[in-house]
């Protein structure tokens, strides 16, 4: 099946920063940026595996990086379509060399040949199956949060085919009216409602959800899920990513500029305790002093990383009551769009790899400084 037309690596434009004389003891350096309004248009979502990145735009943009050289990355593939890539907002890498992609569609992908990858199957299936913001994998099953006020179940058992198992109205039936993002803590799915990125300020909210048989481990139909436990708090206002790690979940949230800020709302990361899912716990949480944002977060270790705006911030989350900042960093260069510009980003051999959406970029930075690179390890 043909692809979109593929932009080469000559179209982009590759910056590379050189390290500041005298390195902080934790830092956040900015080695390389990657910048093409083709490939990356409205670069949103990333992930990176075994030195490839993948890159989902919301300009209707994929892209497949080289960055076993973060100095140096290199665009191997992109294909842009207005179409069949709407709204790319999320990217998966599933192994067996396939890839799930997120759009206004699911779309699978073989990428046995990077620089050529096959399109196996898109699922189209609206208003369900649409404005996909986020996965979470648990054995064969991807879960994924639709904005239009669903979350969906599929199987990714077979190589070449993607099934839908079920689909849940999250806000007909649980009042989550825009979810944004979903996570697994074992049999526990979590997901978040950023209530209007606080334009109005109403709090924000978490529900947590068990989807597995908790005598047989098997997966429960989305129609067949309990209602969930929800926690309701300012703090969740523009509730845009959340992740999870043990018995916690971390949730980013992010306001609109125009949100009202004298009540109460704040950019931050929050910690929320998952030890009794019936009963989920808010601990504690740190401001993100940009701004707009945070937009993307990463775990790893005990470390937190987000970013938003033109800006990168690395949390220690080892006393869930007491979040600290590590490290931070306002790249301007990096980040020349301002306002959103700074998206997602992802974790991987000392180095983050955060989307630029406004500036149509991948931008790379090196984590430096004991202290943090020993957090950090998983």
């Known amino acids: 099946m043909k692809l979109p037309l593929a932009t080469s690596i000559f179209a982009t434009a590759l910056v590379a920063f050189a390290a500041s004389p ?113 996965f979470a994998r648990r054995g064969d099953t991807v879960f994924g ?45 979590v997901v978040v409602d950023g209530a209007n990125f606080g334009r109005d300020s109403r709090p924000g909210k978490l529900a947590v959800y068990r989807v597995a048989d908790p005598t047989t481990h098997a997966p429960l139909a989305p129609d067949r899920w309990d209602a969930p436990a929800v926690i309701t708090d300012l703090r969740f206002a523009g509730a845009n990513r959340v992740r999870t790690s043990g018995r916690f979940a971390y949730v980013a949230s992010s306001l609109a500029v125009e949100s009202p800020r004298h009540t109460g709302l704040q950019n931050n990361l929050a910690v929320v305790d998952l030890s009794d899912p019936v009963k989920p716990r808010l601990r504690g949480s740190v401001a993100f002093s940009e701004g707009r944002g945070p937009n993307g977060m990463e775990i790893s270790g005990r470390v937190v990383f987000v970013a938003g705006g033109q800006s990168v911030q690395a949390i220690d989350v080892s006393n869930p009551d007491a979040p600290r900042e590590l490290a931070f960093v306002t790249a301007l260069a990096a980040f020349p769009g301002s ?40």
């Open 22 to 134: 005298v390195t902080p003891p934790n830092a956040l350096t900015v080695v390389a940026v990657l910048q093409d309004g083709e490939a990356l248009a409205g670069a949103h979502d990333v992930e990176v595996r075994d030195g490839l990145a993948y890159v989902a735009g919301k300009g209707g943009a994929l892209a497949i990086v080289d960055v076993k050289d973060p100095a140096m990355p290199m665009l191997l593939w992109s294909g842009r379509d207005s179409q069949a890539y709407e709204d790319a907002q999320t990217v998966l890498p599933l192994g067996r060399n396939r890839l799930l992609v997120g759009t206004r569609d699911l779309i699978l992908f073989d990428t046995r040949q990077p620089a050529n990858p096959t399109l196996l199957a898109t699922v189209k299936d609206r208003p369900r199956i649409d404005r996909i913001n986020g």
């Open 145 to 189: 949060a639709n904005k239009g006020g669903y979350v969906f179940a599929a199987d990714v058992s077979g190589l070449d085919d993607v099934r839908v198992l079920g689909v849940r109205a999250v806000r007909e039936r649980d009042n989550l009216y825009t979810p944004h993002d979903v996570a697994l803590a074992d049999e526990l799915l």
């Open 339 to 378: 306002g959103d510009d700074g998206h997602d980003l992802v974790y991987a051999d000392g180095h983050l790899f955060v989307t630029a959406q406004n500036s149509h970029a991948l931008v790379i930075l090196r984590v430096e400084g004991k202290e943090l690179l020993d957090a950090a390890r998983r």
